[in-house]
Nanobody, 121 residues
């Protein structure tokens, strides 16, 4: 059983910053990709940022230059530093991890419970 627990969401004014964290626990042999998605009501869940096990990152065009994803493999955590926040960044943010529990189990994507980020004056 693997669990992801997110923290760091909240209300911030436009131009402000927030840092999201996501920690994994449970039966984990290794973790491949980690990342963050976000979702607003009535819309699909969209990729915000993804980082590979060797640290290569890619971002949605809408957040490039403002958001930074990082990971700590020893702590089994992924982070999202969000700067210069805009009202359109308002959403529920979900972390995910592509977890290898070790044989005989298969690699599987696990998701956090979601954390609300609201950007408003």
């Amino acid at each position: 059983q693997v669990q992801l627990v997110e923290s760091g969401g909240g209300l911030v004014q436009p131009g402000g910053s927030l840092r999201l964290s996501c920690a994994a626990s449970g039966s984990i042999f290794s973790i491949n990709d980690m990342g963050w998605y976000r979702q607003t009501p009535g819309l699909q869940r969209d990729l915000v940022a993804r980082i590979t096990s060797w640290g290569s990152a890619n971002y949605a065009d809408s957040v490039k230059g403002r958001f930074t994803i990082s990971r700590d493999n020893d702590m089994k955590e992924v982070y999202l530093q969000m700067n210069s926040l805009k009202p359109e960044d308002t959403a529920v943010y979900y972390c995910y991890m592509d977890v290898d529990p070790g044989p005989p189990a298969s690699v599987y994507d696990y998701w956090g419970q979601g954390t609300q980020v609201s950007v408003s004056s």
